[in-house]
């Protein structure tokens, strides 16, 4: 489980919060995908699931050795959360209960005969499931990990400080709903999308969002927009005026192709998201003071309100859906209301 998916919002740093997990919240068997959360009551959207710390944070060449530590002072709990984690394909994995992934806290703290992990085992959960802070130190965050990929996750993580995680729910859920997190960059396209998930996880993804896109567009078809949307976006040795001119044509054919693709206006924005960087692109460079445009603020406010559409569809409440929603509010004089 990696945590650097575009899922991710940060807030200032603040002082550590108390860990929290929502009563809503339970461990499954997840078919085809291993162990994975659930809510067992309604969740509307933002509420809060957990908040939780890393196990471990430490620079790359010393984490193994860190994590070995920490694990020998552990209590059984702490052991057996960690052994429920991820660390291959075909491996087998305990299932632990809830309580199990507080790390500021045990319930358990008989002595007894010590679970062993051997270093074997560390590395590999480590480099499934550690995500990294902003000064480049690997972290375990072990309630995070047990969440699975979905290019359009139901939650999103915000990063409190240097080792504390708060996750929230993207979408309402409903009873047995599972909180997935992404793995990947969600403004890649299906096959880009695959590629990444199969190293390391070795894994297809087969959420509502990769079969949309599969059965939507042709290889063909995507691969031209593919390769449209990279031109467009190239920047080298180019004029404001000749590049937005190209991003504006590059934004109308995908348009008319996902016209051509489907009639819901839903799915139309959900295949969007894969195709958002001219819009990215043009937003930026109206945004600024120095564009030169005529009516830079309108065209901004219009394009940041495209983007969120389809952010909307794959990452609701991620830290590009605000930043572009704030965009297109502050730059939204002369438009008439929605």
């Not at 209590?75 to 632990?96: T, W």
């Not at 998930?197 to 070795?202: A, C, D, K, V």
């Not at 059965?215 to 040795?237: E, G, I, P, R, W």
């Not at 003071?289 to 609701?316: F, G, N």
Request: some cysteine.
């Amino acid at each position: 489980m990696e945590m650097a998916g575009s899922s991710e919002k940060r807030i200032p740093q603040q002082d550590s919060m108390e860990e929290f997990v929502s009563d809503a919240l339970e461990i499954k068997d997840i078919p085809g995908k291993g162990h994975g959360l659930v809510v067992k009551r309604r969740v509307d959207m933002g509420e809060l699931l957990f908040v939780t710390r890393a196990l471990v944070v430490a620079p790359a060449e010393t984490v193994v050795s860190k994590l070995v530590e920490v694990l020998q002072h552990a209590d059984n709990d702490k052991r057996r959360a960690f052994l429920s984690l991820y660390h291959g394909p075909n491996k087998e994995r305990e299932i632990a209960e809830l309580d199990c992934f507080w790390c500021s806290k045990s319930r358990n703290q008989k002595v007894g005969e010590r679970i062993q992990i051997g270093e074997n085992r560390v590395g590999r959960v480590l480099a499934f499931n550690s995500g990294s802070n902003s000064n480049g130190d690997v972290c375990l965050w072990l309630l995070p990990a047990l969440l699975n990929h979905d290019c359009a996750p139901t939650a999103v993580s915000i990063r409190l400080d240097e080792d504390t995680l708060a996750h929230v729910a993207a979408v309402t859920l409903e009873p047995g709903d599972e909180i997935t997190d992404t793995y990947v960059n969600q403004l890649e396209k299906w096959d880009a999308r695959q590629q990444r998930l199969h190293q390391p996880w070795q894994v297809a993804c087969g959420c509502q969002r990769c079969s949309t896109e599969e059965n939507a567009l042709t290889s063909d078809t995507a691969a031209s927009l593919s390769q449209l949307v990279q031109n467009a976006c190239d920047t080298t040795n180019v004029s404001e005026g000749a590049l937005l001119n190209r991003l504006a044509s590059a934004r109308h054919s995908v348009s008319a192709a996902l016209s051509d693709a489907s009639s819901c206006e839903e799915t139309r924005r959900l295949l969007h998201a894969s195709f958002l960087m001219p819009n990215i692109v043009a937003a930026k460079i109206y945004e600024s003071p120095h564009c030169t445009a005529k009516d830079r603020r309108d065209k901004c406010a219009l394009i940041s309100w495209e983007i969120c559409l389809a952010m909307e569809q794959v990452a609701p409440l991620s830290q590009m859906h605000f930043d572009f929603s704030e965009l297109r509010y502050r730059h939204c004089q002369g438009l008439g209301k929605e």
